[in-house]
């Protein structure tokens, strides 16, 4: 019972209509309403502290002739002083940027200063009005009549406060009039009364009115400003929050933090388990996360699987790693998803305003830069920005512009690495692969700039420029000889890339069978969910498909039932450990009689000794690559490779 009283006062002195019968709204909610009433109150407050001031010398004027003349002096100036230093607060509050959520507490100061502020009104009609004059009388009914006006008006929006404003003043009228002994002063104390009520109902029709209008503008907001998945603020609403908080640095000194956090096995999640699941894996984090913040901070979702936070008013740097902390912590447990358990895990890039940036552009460069280097590290990380990080992004930057100019600068090449057929002992096929030679910095492995291409869209052009050049080599080799082309994930979001293979193809004037496109299980698994109607469109173009890395997914057997694949390549991963753990060689083993009993050649990928070649001849391997057989050659190092006389001799049992 007592902690029903206890929640039902405070509700009531923070100005929240449930307390009135009005509607309910959570604390978020509430937050946002209260700061909507905090300014508008604010932007009242020095036109009606100036009158308040001047109302006070008004009465020290009128008083100047009565006996308590002096005691009236010292009200006045008293009460005109803390109306000029709460107007001039009001002032510089109203000039930092409208905060969007204000506290239960800074409602309860709000409604304790109105009850002040109209005790002392309420004190001069008990203190003065008996031994004023008739004209000090006069102005003393105006003052109060103009005061209760005035306080119901600027508390319009705040129930609560209007009543704690012009409630003294009714007690003070109420007590003047009932010690007068006239009867005229009874119907003066009944309009009081009528007076009073008609203000208060105006008050609660204009707030509940003003509630109303303000719940259905954050309704219509919210479907701008949230994400429609997690229901946290979206990009858009995380900007705004990160420029009013840029406003407060720049107005007030106000410091802060950016957290930019990214998901560490979201992909993962996806692959194995379909959108759905990654979908409430993504409302489960979004709720865990939310939980971790301040009450007036709000995380929001800035991407698929990256979140932001802009935590304000931060007075040192261990806050942010606090709340950073937490965010980690929230992944401990699993999450259980469809009667499963997963095993989630994040990591968080921290910059710090103004010590890392002043500029929207800058914190959310070095934020990023921050998280990439948390990202490189194990699940989980937390890093502060560092002035490596931000010349690690310049170089990353750099390195991005230099891949924009390589194709036409001619500096991508391609090497082939041969595919040996162990039954005929001849090579029937190489795999074409990408590489750039950097005019400044060399050769750059593909591990660097293959993930800035799929990141930055370069991706499709290169990969379009691979396509033709390797259908360019192919043209000039015997036509029993095959060409297979790595595709990533990425590519599949371009709607021309069957015409662009389609047209290398007959610039070439190489028959169609005998380009091979290599995909990875976890890419057919991946969001991007057109990649099965591109491979069979592609199927249907008579190119044939291979699954390569085949083992390392999660769901190979089902997509080996669904796409017709020309062949499947054991992982290098299984095949360089066969023939020492017999778990990996029964692996290989059945993958081969797998692939069999389904009409679908197999390579053996990473082959680098004579016992391994000879153990995959004794099972039945179709084809073998790896340093063993050859490792990637220049398109003129390939004629020797495919002289057939060379190939009996070197790769004869």
Request: net charge negative.
């Amino acid at each position: 019972m007592r902690s029903r009283l206890t929640s039902y006062l405070t509700k009531l002195f923070a100005g929240d209509l449930a307390a009135f019968g009005g509607p309910a709204t959570d604390d978020a909610v509430a937050g946002h309403i209260r700061a909507e009433q905090m300014s508008l109150v604010l932007g009242y407050s020095v036109g009606i502290m100036l009158a308040n001031a001047c109302n006070a010398a008004v009465l020290a004027i009128a008083l100047w002739d009565s006996p308590d003349w002096k005691f009236a002096v010292v009200w006045a100036i008293a009460v005109a002083g803390a109306a000029i230093l709460f107007g001039v607060q009001s002032h510089s509050a109203r000039r930092i940027t409208k905060p969007q959520f204000v506290s239960r507490r800074a409602m309860h100061r709000l409604v304790r200063n109105a009850f002040i502020l109209g005790s002392a009104w309420g004190i001069v009609p008990v203190a003065f009005f008996a031994n004023a004059s008739t004209g000090g009388q006069l102005v003393i009914t105006c003052l109060c009549a103009g005061m209760l006006a005035g306080g119901a008006f600027a508390f319009a929006t705040i129930p609560i406060a209007a009543i704690a404003f012009t409630t003294p003043l009714f007690l003070g009228i109420g007590i003047c009039l009932g010690s007068g002994g006239d009867p005229a002063y009874l119907l003066m104390a009944v309009l009081v009364v009528v007076y009073g009520g008609v203000l208060l109902r105006g008050v609660f029709v204009n707030s509940f009115t003003f509630i109303r209008r303000i719940m259905q503008q954050l309704e219509a907001e919210r479907s701008v400003r949230q994400d429609p998945l997690t229901h946290l603020p979206n990009r858009f609403a995380f900007n705004e929050t990160l420029d009013a908080a840029l406003k407060r640095l720049a107005l007030s000194g106000e410091e802060f933090a950016v957290l930019l956090l990214d998901l560490d096995r979201f992909k993962e999640v996806n692959d194995k388990f379909g959108h759905p699941a990654g979908d409430e894996f993504l409302v489960q984090v979004a709720s865990r996360l939310q939980r971790c913040t301040r009450a007036a901070e709000h995380v929001a979702r800035i991407g698929g699987d990256e979140f932001a936070l802009v935590m304000a008013n931060l007075t040192r740097a261990e806050d942010a790693l606090e709340i950073a902390e937490r965010f980690v912590a929230a992944f401990a447990e699993p999450f259980l998803i469809e009667g499963r358990e997963i095993i989630g895990g994040t990591s968080v890039g921290i910059v710090l305003a103004p010590r890392d940036g002043d500029t929207q552009l800058n914190l959310l460069k070095h934020a990023d830069a921050a998280l990439y280097r948390a990202k490189k590290a194990e699940p989980g990380t937390i890093c502060f920005f560092e002035a490596a990080d931000d010349k690690s992004a310049r170089d990353r930057k750099a390195l991005q512009a230099d891949l924009e100019l390589a194709v036409a600068r001619d500096e991508l090449f391609l090497v082939f690495q041969p595919f040996l057929n162990l039954r005929e002992n001849r090579i029937t096929g190489f795999e074409a692969l990408l590489r750039w030679m950097h005019p400044v910095r060399g050769l750059v492995p593909p591990s660097e700039f293959i993930p800035i291409a799929e990141e930055t869209g370069l991706i499709h052009e290169i990969g379009e420029w691979v396509i033709r050049r390797a259908c360019a080599t192919l043209a000039e080799w015997p036509v029993d000889i095959r060409v297979a082309v790595n595709f990533s994930a990425a590519q599949f979001h371009n709607t021309g890339i069957l015409q662009a293979i389609v047209q290398a193809l007959a610039e070439a004037n190489v028959a169609p069978h005998r380009l091979e496109i290599e995909i990875t299980e976890s890419m057919l698994l991946s969001k991007y969910g057109s990649a099965s109607s591109i491979l069979n469109a592609l199927l249907q173009l008579g190119i044939t498909v291979a699954l390569d890395d085949f083992g390392t997914g999660f769901s190979s057997l089902t997509y080996l039932r669904k796409l017709p694949f020309s062949r499947i390549k054991i992982d290098q991963s299984f095949i360089s450990d066969m023939l020492a753990q017999p778990d990996c060689a029964a692996i290989v083993k059945s993958v081969i009689a797998l692939a069999r009993d389904l009409n679908i050649g197999v390579v053996a990928e990473g082959v680098e000794t004579v016992d391994q070649l000879e153990y995959l001849r004794q099972t039945n391997c179709d084809e073998v690559q790896g340093y063993l057989i050859s490792r990637p050659a220049s398109a003129e190092q390939i004629l020797a490779l495919l002289d057939p006389k060379k190939q009996r001799a070197t790769y004869a049992a």
